[in-house]
């Protein structure tokens, strides 16, 4: 049993690796996602898997059976699947916000954040406020 | 045992603020009041939780009376409180120098709830003695530092939004599976049951999972080579959130790398320490050479986090009393310093109209004081003494070369001139000389006297630390002598 969530786990992650590494916007929020959905598998695995019996203590017993389920990684992975779903929920808004503000799907492209360098490989001048003047060190230098 | 409550504060303030201000959205002048009277309220808190911390009292509780370690349990030890003060700190002073027109934030409904839910987040972290409730809080913040980067909706936002999105969801996933791994390999999640278990760990069975925790740890506290969610995005923000994402969300990661490897796994083998150690040379030499690239403000500082987290991790790979000291030391001196910068550039900004230094200058002739007070937090960066940071690197150095480790102290100094060099491009550049529009003027209206309260407060505070050093300086060895003890 163990082996085979193992093996699901190893293809889950790789699926999701091979989905962020890609170009397109909407397949690398599914593929972080998707290694979310693998931590989680991960974490109900470090329990115990396997057994049938119940985390319920019988009555008159004050402890439970040996080989009985583990409830706490059931109750943690709960709230793991909570918070990974909302923050998925906000990474598939901010993929349309993206696109539709951009017109872009392509990451690669996406570089309003971080703009490649000028031709002289100066970091260019990014500064929105203020009206696009020629930058007068570089007109100084004659570059 | 009533006093114990007080442990729950620093998460517990900032949430019932959150909800409050969340409540008030409607109403922006009541909101922004209650923002400002919560903070001060979760300041006030945690300087109870310090006073209990510095009479050397642990404050615990268990969440439900579940008692460890099967409950979720809160500790503050002086580690832990003095962290979650100063944290309260500048989560005051961000939200007051949000009322200058300082490159504030632009007032909408959801930015005091996200700012609240932020410290809530960074004060849950620091109080936890839980693994998995660790996770839970840095996720907390994760998801309200989203929300403050996307705030501005603009593409560049966005952008820096998806960025920081995929490289520190990737980054929490990676500590959710280590948590996993470890809760697998000993059956605990709570500090002390945990440091027991280590304690027994001869055969170093657990060894790769704390490195895997570790690992995520680093990613979050933005070290070499795994930092560039960092530079992607900061930048981006409006300057009183920058400021405080820069004082507190690497800073929670270079805590819990401290608290894991300095406090719960404290006999892990020493060549984690050693290799640690030698990332922390690499995330200072990388962050340094970074800033020295650039000519925005906002991005030369925010190199120079990374370039200061390598000093605090490398305090954490000397793996000695003396290191965690100086590391603990560099952690407070720089929450404090690196806050003013990016809030002093932010004035700069306002006055010049520029934060790219090829578009500033002239602020020397026409706001001489400004200068000054720029001069104080980036010389103590450098580390000039007799500022703060100069005491902090002279115990990191000091305790480097007792340890043999040349390479270590000469790579810390190496940083340390380089510092210097982008300190003195700020200077050059903005202050002294001529501003490159000739017809530049200052600006006509301007709303900077909190601005000027907030940072004049904090470079006060800087030298303060630096000249009345001993207070300080026992209290972080007396941190460190309790985090090194033995569980009880």
């Known amino acids: ?143 | 045992m009533s006093e114990n409550i007080w442990v729950a504060a620093p998460a517990l303030v900032p949430l019932g603020i959150a909800l409050l201000t969340g409540l008030l959205s409607g109403q922006p002048r009541w909101q922004a009041a209650v923002s400002l009277a919560g903070a001060f309220a979760l300041l006030a808190s945690t300087l109870v939780l310090l006073a209990y911390a510095e009479a050397g009292i642990i404050l615990r509780m268990s969440f439900g009376d579940w008692e460890a370690p099967f409950g979720i349990e809160f500790a503050a030890d002086r580690l832990g409180a003095s962290m979650a003060a100063i944290a309260a700190l500048m989560g005051l002073a961000a939200l007051l120098f949000q009322l200058s027109d300082a490159d504030a934030a632009s007032v909408s409904p959801t930015l005091h709830p996200l700012v609240h839910l932020l410290l809530a987040g960074v004060g849950g972290a620091f109080m936890t003695a839980d693994l998995f409730n660790l996770y839970v809080w840095f996720e907390l913040m994760l998801i309200s530092a989203l929300g403050l980067l996307a705030y501005g909706a603009r593409p560049r936002h966005l952008d820096a939004t998806l960025k920081y999105f995929v490289l520190s969801t990737l980054g929490t996933l990676f500590m959710l599976v280590s948590i996993a791994s470890v809760y697998g390999a000993t059956g605990h999640l709570n500090f002390s049951a945990l440091e027991q278990v280590g304690l027994q760990d001869e055969a170093g069975r657990l060894t790769p999972f704390i490195v895997a925790l570790v690992l995520a740890f680093l990613i979050k506290a933005g070290a070499f080579p795994v930092f560039a969610w960092l530079p992607a995005a900061y930048h981006t923000l409006p300057a009183p959130l920058l400021a405080l994402f820069a004082a507190l969300l690497t800073k929670v990661g270079v805590y819990a790398v401290l608290r894991v490897l300095g406090d719960v796994f404290s006999t892990t083998p020493a060549i984690v320490y050693e290799v640690l150690g030698w990332v922390a040379v690499a995330t200072m030499i990388t962050g340094v050479l970074g800033a020295a690239y650039h000519w925005d403000m906002r991005r030369i500082l925010a190199f120079h986090i990374i370039s200061q987290i390598g000093y605090m991790l490398l305090g954490i790979g000397l793996a000695s009393q003396q290191g965690y000291v100086g590391s603990i030391f560099m952690i407070i001196h720089n929450i404090v310093v690196k806050t003013n910068l990016f809030l002093i550039a932010a004035i700069a900004y306002r006055l010049t109209g520029s934060y790219d230094l090829r578009r500033c200058g002239g602020l020397y002739k026409v706001r001489p004081w400004l200068g000054v007070l720029f001069l104080v937090p980036a010389l103590s960066l450098v580390g000039i003494p007799p500022l703060s940071g100069f005491w902090a690197k002279f115990i990191l150095v000091t305790e480097s070369v007792v340890q043999g480790q040349f390479v270590w102290a000469a790579a810390a100094l190496l940083t340390g001139f380089l510092t210097l060099y982008s300190m003195m491009k700020i200077w050059l550049e903005a202050f002294w000389k001529k501003h490159p529009d000739s017809h530049w003027t200052l600006p006509d209206k301007t709303r900077l006297a909190p601005a000027y309260a907030v940072t004049i407060t904090l470079a006060v505070l800087t030298v303060v630390i630096g000249i009345a050093l001993e207070p300080l300086l026992q209290f972080t060895q007396h941190a460190v002598g309790q985090m090194m003890e033995a569980p009880p």
Do not use: C, H
């Not at chain 1, 593929?31 to 470090?46: P, R, T, Y």
């Open chain 1, 1 to 143: 049993m163990i082996w085979v969530l193992a093996i699901a786990i190893g293809a889950m992650v790789a699926a999701g690796v091979y989905l962020v590494l890609g170009r397109d916007l909407l397949r690398v929020v599914i593929g972080v996602s998707l290694i979310g959905a693998a931590a989680n598998l991960s974490f109900f695995v470090a329990g115990r898997v396997g057994t049938m019996i119940p985390p319920v203590v019988p009555l008159g017993e004050t402890l439970l059976a040996p080989d009985a389920a583990n409830p706490l990684p059931q109750a943690l992975v709960l709230t793991a699947i909570v918070i990974g779903m909302a923050l998925t929920f906000f990474s598939l808004v901010l993929v349309l916000a993206i696109s539709q503000e951009t017109g872009n799907n392509d990451i690669e492209k996406l570089r309003e954040a971080e703009p490649p360098p000028a031709a002289n490989g100066q970091p260019v001048l990014e500064d929105a406020t203020i009206s696009e003047q020629p930058d007068p060190r570089a007109l100084e230098e004659g570059r």
